[in-house]
Nanobody, 130 residues
Framework: VQLVESGGGLVQAGGSLRLSCAASGLSFDEYHIGWFRQAPGKEHEGVSCISGSDGQTIYADSVKGRFTTSSDKARNMVYLQMNHLKPEDTAVYYC????????????????????????WGQGTPVTVSS
């Protein structure tokens, strides 16, 4: 399994970016995909999750209404559309895949160690300037 993120960069506050996660070696229907971020010196923070089978999504309160995650099963791609970006969104963004939704949610939103995740990528950096 390989997850490759792309689309990060430098953007001004209020701007937008779309991150992509290319997933290979897995069957989308079997996995739940999550986005998490990690700023320098801070713990990881879950951003969103999407079910590979039915596309149900869940978001962290800090990004609700600004970020949207979607998937393209035919292309094994997951996206994170980020609008109205704020300086506090600055971080390295990672996508992760896990067949256990409870495990994924625990890492994303309950502070569980990200080493419990089955797979995650190398990350793509996002910098939002004020």
């Amino acid at each position: 399994v390989q997850l490759v993120e792309s689309g990060g960069g430098l953007v001004q506050a209020g701007g937008s970016l779309r991150l992509s996660c290319a997933a290979s070696g897995l069957s989308f229907d079997e996995y739940h995909i999550g986005w998490f971020r990690q700023a320098p010196g801070k713990e990881h923070e879950g951003v969103s999750c999407i079910s590979g089978s039915d596309g149900q999504t869940i978001y962290a309160d800090s990004v609700k209404g600004r970020f949207t995650t979607s998937s393209d099963k035919a292309r094994n791609m997951v996206y994170l559309q980020m609008n109205h970006l704020k300086p506090e969104d600055t971080a390295v963004y990672y996508c992760a895949a896990d067949r256990d939704s409870v495990e994924l949610m625990a890492v994303m939103f309950d502070g569980a160690d990200k080493r419990y995740l089955e797979h995650w990528g190398q990350g793509t950096p996002v910098t939002v300037s004020s």
